[in-house]
């Protein structure tokens, strides 16, 4: 039994994050995002006291090995998704919606962002783009889904970059991107990732809009940071980008406890006494003296009599 009462309430609950809140971050403290695909990951960001997951298109390359985000489908952000939310983060939910899902028409991107939400749990989505999806974020903000922008380095758009490249360098594109930031929180989203942008453009843009900016790759001036979780924890095998700041080396960590594991399954050292299941002694001998399983052979094929 809990020893609340009226005046004194007991330890206070964490309050689980919600859409207004990260709209009220604007004023600080910085928001802290990171991607997961799934329950474990879930689990720990939430008690790591994260305060956004992204489900994030990057699931592609992460956790798929596909080269691109191009090649994930609205059902795989669902599944992964839908493992997330599983956890009961306290962490708010965003699910990106993948490439194609909103590219086609408004009615198929609402029903698609009310697919993630339902099906996927997520309490908002993400998608790319600025100006060009203004109508697109009205519809589905229409349907009551929160909507969390996305400019500068967008990876679904890599075949029109050329390439992943630092996006905004020249002025015009500079000022292009704050308008597309403007046209963003006019439209009603609650925050906007700023990914692979000069530092002092996504300053600006920080500036400019009354939204949180979440940055990745995006310098020191945002609102927030977003990274990857394989990335945060160094669980990926090869180069990271010059952004990227691995707080572990989980993977060589797993590599020498999976090692030795085999050594230990190859030398007999495991499993122990004490990490294996037991019988009664009795049952123990007969077993030894293959009397058990004689017993059995014997009345299963004796006729009944
Ligand atoms: O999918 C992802 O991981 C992202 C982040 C890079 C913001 O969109």
Not at 35 to 45: K, M
Not at 117 to 129: T, Y
Not at 132 to 141: F, H, K, P, Q, S
Request: no cysteine; net charge negative; charged share 20%.
């Amino acid at each position: 039994m809990s020893d609340a009462t009226p005046m004194n309430p007991g330890p206070i609950k964490p309050r689980p994050i919600t859409v207004p809140i990260v709209r009220e971050r604007k004023a600080g403290p910085k928001l802290t995002m990171v991607t997961a695909y799934d329950h474990p990951s879930a689990s720990i960001a939430s008690d790591a006291g994260i305060d956004i997951i992204l489900v994030g298109d990057s699931v592609a390359n992460a956790v798929h090995g596909f080269e691109k985000t191009l090649s994930v489908t609205v059902d795989m952000m669902i599944m992964h998704s839908a493992a997330v939310e599983r956890a009961k983060p306290l962490s708010l939910i965003v699910v990106d919606m993948p490439w194609m899902s909103y590219h086609v028409s408004d009615e198929e991107a609402v029903r698609n962002a009310g697919r993630l939400i339902r099906e996927g749990g997520a309490s908002a989505v993400k998608l790319e783009g600025g100006a060009n999806r203004v109508a697109t974020i009205e519809r589905i903000l229409a349907a009551e889904i929160p909507v969390m922008g996305h400019l500068g380095l967008t990876p679904q758009s890599v075949n029109a970059m050329g390439g992943y490249k630092v996006q905004g360098k020249a002025i015009e594109d500079a000022q292009q991107m704050i308008a597309d930031a403007r046209a963003l929180e006019a439209a009603g989203v609650f925050s906007i990732v700023l990914e692979g942008v000069p530092d002092v453009l996504a300053a600006a843009i920080t500036e400019a809009v009354d939204v949180p900016t979440i940055g990745i790759g995006a310098g020191d001036a945002t609102d927030g940071q977003v990274l990857v979780f394989h990335d945060v924890l160094g669980l990926g095998g090869g180069r990271y980008p010059k952004f990227v700041r691995s707080y572990a080396d989980l993977r060589a960590g797993a590599i020498e406890a999976l090692e030795r594991y085999a050594a230990d399954v190859q030398s007999g050292a495991y499993p122990s006494e004490a990490e294996t299941y037991h019988v009664r002694d009795e049952v123990a001998r007969m077993l030894a003296d293959g009397g058990a399983l004689s017993d059995r052979t014997q009345s299963s094929s004796s006729p009944s009599s």
